[in-house]
């Protein structure tokens, strides 16, 4: 997958080029990257479907917790917050490709506009996927069969990546916030599915 995602992450960017928020980018890529130098020092001694169960619960409890009446008491996640769901956030994407969930912990509670939210999704995992290749590649993951599937279903991806275009220009801000803390919670499920069937 990773061939395939750093290609997206490309037309993914010129889709939404300079629409990034640059002060949550500083607070995320670097913790990002070192959350990948962690994932590639830690990978042989881990079992990746404890990972998974790990993050399905931290995000399906942020979700939980989300709804609680007295949300909206809450702050503002800092920067500590930023750097920390970072780092797990570039852990999880190197170990099982699945960085997406922490890091909403971090964004989503910030409310930013759908497409600076998205541009600045797009960044940080287009720095992660790439700052992952090295480790890949030491690891022993990566060969010239990942790069022949890859460019199998790009198609399909830049298919979707401007199809997901078409539609957030359509939605509504408040909906489309309620259709990715939906994703995000099936991305959840699946994990902590898949986690508990893997160690079956």
């Not at 480790?135 to 790009?154: F, I, S």
Request: aromatic share 14%; with cysteine.
């Amino acid at each position: 997958m990773l061939v395939v995602l750093c290609l997206m992450d490309i037309f993914g960017i010129r889709a939404y080029l300079w629409r990034w928020d640059r002060h949550v980018l500083r607070v995320i890529v670097p913790p990002g990257i070192v959350g990948c130098v962690f994932g590639t020092a830690a990978f042989r001694y881990l079992d990746d479907n404890w990972i998974r169960i790990l993050i399905a619960l931290i995000v399906l409890g942020f979700l939980a917790y989300s709804l609680l009446p007295r949300k909206a008491l809450v702050k503002k996640p800092s920067d500590g917050a930023g750097r920390l769901w970072g780092t797990l956030s570039g852990f999880a994407s190197f170990v099982t490709h699945s960085g997406g969930p922490p890091l909403m912990v971090y964004l989503l509670p910030l409310r930013l506009e759908k497409e600076r939210f998205i541009s600045t999704c797009l960044v940080y995992f287009a720095v992660v996927n790439y700052a992952k290749i090295p480790g890949y590649l030491w690891l022993g993951l990566l060969d010239l069969r990942n790069v022949a599937t890859a460019v199998a279903l790009l198609p399909l991806g830049v298919a979707g990546i401007y199809m997901g275009i078409w539609l957030q220009r359509r939605m509504d801000p408040a909906w489309f916030y309620r259709v990715v803390y939906a994703l995000i919670f099936l991305t959840g499920a699946m994990l902590l599915y898949d986690g508990i069937a893997g160690l079956g």
